[in-house]
């Protein structure tokens, strides 16, 4: 690669995955990928995927999912999204429980759906915490509950460092509805919840967070964290 010799390199890799080793499928997919070759890449990485690499599988669902490669096929990436999400993956959990939700590329399944998303949620992954919140506000796939609903806005908020401005202005307004159906006590307790999710999902946030969960909270999980 290194000499841009592409050719033996391709087949090195093929090589690589034919002998057992599906990291060689997956490279293959990642340069097939950045040569503009999509529909090649998406052959390699579902190989890899095969294969049981993770990587394979995030990299396939994504240039299955995204529009810009021009190869959108929801089932396909679905069957990836799922093989990351059954590894572990927050990434795999969150794109397979909103494709159960929504009924793209499988069969709509609110309650499974909302069992990857609350996965995903819990390891951080702020867009999962915010789709499962506003799962949990309409009652999908759970019972609804603001309560709730309103500290996994909270965890989204701090756990978010990619939020683009519109992002934050929406996740302040749905702070700003769900709460006012609820009594000052109950979103005090609700705020701390949310930032009980951070500290056990994201380890230690950083001294502002402890700063603030110390001085809002006490600096110990609330009564109304779930374990």
């Given at each position: 690669?290194?000499d841009?010799?592409l050719?033996?390199?391709?087949?090195m890799l093929?090589?690589l995955?034919?002998?057992?080793?599906p990291?060689?499928y997956?490279?293959?997919?990642?340069?097939?990928r950045?040569?503009?070759?999509?529909?090649d890449a998406?052959?390699?990485?579902e190989?890899?995927?095969?294969?049981?690499?993770l990587?394979a599988?995030?990299?396939?669902g994504?240039?299955l999912?995204?529009?810009k490669?021009?190869?959108e096929?929801?089932?396909?990436?679905f069957?990836?999204?799922r093989?990351?999400?059954e590894?572990?993956?927050?990434r795999?959990?969150y794109?397979?429980?909103?494709?159960?939700m929504?009924?793209?590329g499988?069969r709509?399944d609110?309650l499974?759906?909302?069992?990857w998303?609350?996965k995903?949620?819990r390891?951080c992954?702020?867009p999962?915490?915010l789709?499962y919140?506003?799962a949990l506000?309409e009652?999908?796939g759970?019972?609804a509950?603001?309560?709730?609903a309103f500290?996994?806005?909270i965890?989204?908020?701090?756990a978010?460092d990619?939020?683009?401005?519109e992002d934050?202005?929406?996740?302040?307004?749905l702070?700003k509805e769900?709460?006012?159906?609820m009594?000052?006590e109950?979103?005090e307790?609700?705020?701390?919840?949310?930032?009980d999710?951070v500290?056990?999902?994201c380890?230690?946030a950083g001294i502002l967070?402890q700063?603030?969960?110390?001085?809002?909270?006490?600096?110990?999980?609330?009564?109304?964290?779930?374990p």
């Amino acid at each position: 690669l290194q000499d841009g010799d592409l050719p033996t390199a391709a087949q090195m890799l093929e090589q690589l995955g034919d002998q057992g080793v599906p990291q060689g499928y997956t490279m293959l997919g990642q340069i097939k990928r950045d040569f503009g070759d999509h529909t090649d890449a998406a052959r390699w990485f579902e190989r890899g995927a095969e294969g049981g690499d993770l990587l394979a599988m995030l990299e396939g669902g994504e240039i299955l999912s995204d529009p810009k490669f021009g190869l959108e096929d929801a089932r396909r990436a679905f069957q990836l999204w799922r093989g990351a999400a059954e590894r572990g993956a927050p990434r795999g959990q969150y794109e397979a429980g909103r494709s159960l939700m929504t009924g793209k590329g499988v069969r709509k399944d609110d309650l499974a759906g909302a069992d990857w998303l609350e996965k995903s949620a819990r390891q951080c992954f702020a867009p999962a915490q915010l789709a499962y919140a506003l799962a949990l506000r309409e009652g999908r796939g759970r019972d609804a509950d603001g309560e709730e609903a309103f500290a996994w806005i909270i965890a989204a908020e701090r756990a978010g460092d990619a939020w683009q401005s519109e992002d934050l202005e929406r996740l302040s307004t749905l702070q700003k509805e769900i709460s006012a159906y609820m009594s000052s006590e109950q979103v005090e307790r609700s705020y701390c919840t949310g930032l009980d999710f951070v500290a056990n999902g994201c380890g230690n946030a950083g001294i502002l967070f402890q700063i603030e969960r110390w001085l809002v909270c006490g600096g110990g999980e609330q009564s109304g964290a779930r374990p």
